[in-house]
């Protein structure tokens, strides 16, 4: 081969690498893999899955602003220079709801929190959290008892029904058909309404027992046995009805026990029903509720406690009498609401509710004591607009009358409010 040739060759073979190297350059790379954020639609709108999981979460707020015009009767706030004439509150909540499909049932969690300023004060709100997983329910979350908790978009004034959230673990067998039953365990301490004046003397002398305080010492011991909680319920096309029934441990605390020799822990309990019924022929949305409680010695149950003014009434749940006997207190409450959708974007709607207590016993060493019955009654009604999805703004307004039978004075409520109210 010539010289000429062979550089010839040479320059062809460089000229050639490089072409390919070029060429090699100019191909794409592959990218890495994105794990994009699925929807999930297993459990309805607004879920999507965790990445790298197969949990589906859904976060959701809602952020509420109110103005509360306070008792303008003539025992109320607005006749004592000391109590505040309105109350202005903002509050913010956050939920999550993560759930994950098992081989024995869904397994979810549940987070509430909320963060509230009122008349300048700030506080974090817990709210309902829990774990469910199948028919099993652990954690912080509504009374199993409590049944329906009204229908007026702000509720100015208290209403006597069980509306209570509380630590508890419960079991919830579906039978079909919208049929169920529930067993719970509940911490027996949210629902202990008992209150005494207590005087410490050299002899430990019991002085005075009251039935129903404004503040005062509780009368409850420690806590030994949870309440035992049973409902029977159903969800079909027409609406919703529950039964309830309710065993409370009446526990009293060591002092009346060593005061009165041995104070009898006795069983108190309660039972519950109601109904809700969807009124289509009205118009779609409308619907109807009432109902029940009864109690003995677990005034909760049935509502037996609420404010006024700046106070927080709560009707005793037994007393100690002479021989130190435990007295328990009975009592009923009977309630009613309405929802009507007058048109797609107004709702009215109204409560009612009417309770009845009876004395907590014969303490013949109690002087200056309410033993008689306590009647309440209240109303409450609002008017709702919800001008675009997830807005909502209302205006209430509520009234309350208080009956005790005895020397004290019986008292009146009268309240006007309104909400604008973002749920996203």
Known sequence: MSVLNYKSLLLGAAAAAAATTAQA?????????????????????????????????????????QFVVNNVMNDGAWGDRDEDGYSWRTQGYLYLDARTATEFGVLRAFVELSQRAENDTES???GSTYIQWGGLTAGYNNSNFD??????????????WSDTTLNQIAYTAAFGNGFSATFALEDRSSRDQGSINKVSTSTETLTNTTFTTLSSDSIYGGTRMPDVVAALGVSQGWGSAQLSGALHQVYPDGVINKVTGDAEDVMGWAIGAGASVNLPMLSPGSNIFFQGFYADG?????????AHNSSSIALSDFSIDANGGTDTRTGYSLSAGINYQATPTVALALDGSYLKAS????????ENCDLDDVTRWAID??????????FEIGADVGYANTDWGGSTADYEDLLFGVRMQRTF
């Open 381 to 390: 009604g609002s008017v709702l607009w919800t001008p675009v999805e997830g």
């Open 298 to 306: 677990a005034m909760s149950y049935i509502g037996g406690s609420w």
């Open 147 to 160: 049944i329906f908790t009204g229908q007026t978009f702000v509720g100015v004034v208290s209403r006597n």
């Open 359 to 366: 004395d907590a016993g014969s303490a013949t060493a109690c």
């Open 124 to 126: 974090l709100d817990f």
């Open 25 to 65: 350059a100019d191909l794409p790379v592959a990218p890495e893999p994105v794990d994009y954020v699925r929807v999930c639609d297993a459990y309805g709108a607004r879920f999507y899955y965790i990445p790298g999981t197969e949990t589906c979460l859904r976060v959701g707020g809602r952020v509420r602003t």
